[in-house]
């Protein structure tokens, strides 16, 4: 049971990732690199795969629901920070 979730994480991440390869077909506004791709795969395999283990581990629903939506936050944050950079650069000026 286990390994056919792998495999679905695994088959739900390559068919999130082609969204993008497919669009670089047809417009020059979505311009992904090979890094771009391995990164947006870890994230998604690596949120699918600790939400699993966490929804197996934690029993009370509360805790459960609370820490997956801080694990989904966190990826998406790091998401942002990749796209646009908006946490670690400095302001200019002075």
Known sequence: MQFRKIILFFLSTLLLL????I???FTKEVNWTTIDIIV?????????TISEILSRKIKNPKHKITLIIAVLAMIILVWIELAVGIFGTPLSGS
Request: charged share 0%; hydrophobic share 70%; glycine share 12%.
């Open 18 to 21: 082609l969204l993008p390869l």
């Open 23 to 25: 669009a670089m077909q």
């Open 40 to 48: 947006a795969g870890t994230l998604i395999f690596g949120a699918a």
